[in-house]
């Protein structure tokens, strides 16, 4: 069965700090994989898209990484902001077929002053 | 133009009436869906459209009917729901169908049915 785990399920944090989200797949055939920011009753936005060969890809203070080998992803958010405060939803993307997307939950992420 | 847009933002309907969601999108994509999401809970795939053509509907129930009435317009019509369909419900479009075509979300309608 296709499934995306993630962890932790919510997280708090200070402004300022590093944190780092995780995300475990089991999914085939995969194409790649997603990282979106979900704010409270918004669509998601689009943060990384990597494909298996890539190892890292970033966007501002964002950074994930992907290991194929081991099916694994994480997101790294650096010097957190306020604003940071949302979900953060890893989605893995199947080859062929319809662009079927497979969802984690989420880890629901909180940046407390 | 880089975004897809849904109206209205919120929508309240009794069961007996009938509504209409809209999405569009003016990037050039292909294809369009349809997902709809409870709180706290991941999106749920309802239908894709390819090419104006409905290429995928998961078992939604026929009180939901799609339409896409050209390359940037899904509309989804709405009627006799049942206060359970309360969610928050997403138009996505992508370039196309593959599984490399990254999907542009909008920002939802909020619905609620009393």
């Known amino acids: 069965k296709n499934q995306v785990e993630q962890s932790p399920q919510s997280l708090i944090i200070l402004e300022g700090k590093n944190c780092t989200l995780q995300c475990n797949y089991t999914v085939s055939p995969f194409s790649n994989l997603r990282w979106y920011k979900q704010d409270t009753g918004r669509g998601p936005v689009s943060l990384t898209i990597?494909?298996?060969?890539?190892n890292t890809k970033s966007n501002g203070r964002y950074t994930a990484t992907l290991d194929a080998d081991t099916k694994q992803s994480s997101l790294h958010i650096t010097a957190s902001q306020l604003s940071d405060s949302a979900s953060y939803i890893c989605v893995v993307s199947l080859m062929g077929g319809y662009n079927k997307l497979i969802f984690g939950a989420g880890t629901r992420l909180a940046v407390h002053p | 133009d880089t975004e897809v847009t849904q109206t209205p933002k919120h929508l309240v309907m009794g069961m007996t009436n009938k509504k209409s969601l809209k999405c569009e999108q003016h990037?050039?994509?292909?294809?369009m869906y349809w997902y709809k999401q409870k709180a706290k809970k991941p999106p749920e795939l309802m239908f894709v459209y390819s090419y104006e053509k409905l290429s995928i509907n998961e078992s939604v129930p026929s009180r939901f009917s799609p339409e896409c009435p050209n390359s940037s317009l899904l509309n989804l019509h709405l009627h006799a729901l049942q206060p359970e369909d309360s969610a928050l419900y997403l138009c996505?479009?992508?370039?196309?169908?593959?599984?490399?075509?990254?999907?542009?979300f909008g920002p939802g309608t909020r619905l609620t049915v009393l």
């Open positions: 990597m494909t298996f060969s890539e």
């Open positions: 996505a479009s992508s370039p196309g169908t593959s599984g490399t075509s990254e999907q542009f």
């Open positions: 990037m050039g994509h292909r294809a």
